[in-house]
């Protein structure tokens, strides 16, 4: 399990109408929400598919953080067909480690597996680490993105309030063939940097929040080959939701919210979205 211990208050919220066409959620943290402390939620890795499959959610990206919690993807998606692992580093546990190049070299070794279909989450995040911790940031970025070519597996970005230096280092180093924009937090005018370089957009649970206009006018710009859908679970819950635990049951209700932004019919954004999490990371089966 990973040590990034999360406790939200309440009750998993009740599940959505199932979706139309069955979609992936992109962006999961099975681990931190099955150790979460809210009431109603999954409490093994089949419950949470299970779960997910009866929304019309049949496949999970299940994200990485740091050495531990990409090890343990690396076993749940061996034992879940349901499920596949990307592994990494967070930049901002990247920013604390005593032994940075030995958790690379880790990482690396797990990328080899054949259920790791991403090297992610992994950028930069100028919220949570000062100046102080931006050169391991980086170098555990740069790092990250060579892993990602060598072994041809798609590059899963975290970018908190540093979107200019993402993009910056990504065209330093030549980006892998497939790149998604996790948790996308731009606005209209980035995203548009982002599309143009062929990456993809993943939209969590903020986008419908009240504060994020923004993310609403970036997600409506974006064409149904660029988009993706997550969680981010057990975080950003989607309103009416929003503060209590997240699941990937859930993301019908963001998917419904990106049918209403886009102007796309829902059997189209469903089935749009489905070719591409095929697309970034390979057939689940």
Known sequence: MSARKHSREGTFPPAPEPLPVAVPDSHTHLDITLEDDGQGGPATVADAVSAASAAGVDRLVQVGCDVESSRWGVEVAAEHPAVVATVALHPNDAARLADL????????????????????????????????GR???????????????????????HDRDAHDDVLAVLDEEGAPDQVVMHCFSGDESFA???????????????????????????????????LLVETDAPFLTPTPYRGRPNA???????????????????DALCAAISANGDRAFGSWR
């Open 135 to 157: 050169k391991a940031q980086h170098e555990s970025f740069r790092a990250h993105i060579a892993i990602a070519k060598r072994y041809g597996k798609t590059l899963v970005i």
């Open 192 to 226: 548009r940097e982002c599309l143009d370089r062929g990456y993809l957009l993943s939209f969590a649970g903020t986008v419908t929040f009240g504060n994020a206009a923004h993310l609403r006018r970036a997600a409506a710009i974006t064409p149904l080959d660029g």
């Open 248 to 266: 990937s049951y859930l993301v019908p209700l963001t998917v419904r919210a990106l049918a209403d932004v886009t102007g796309h019919d829902l």
């Open 101 to 132: 190049d030995g958790a690379l070299r880790e990482i690396e070794r797990l990328a080899a597996h054949p259920r790791v279909r991403g090297i992610g989450e992994t950028g930069l995040d100028y919220f949570r680490t000062g100046e102080d």
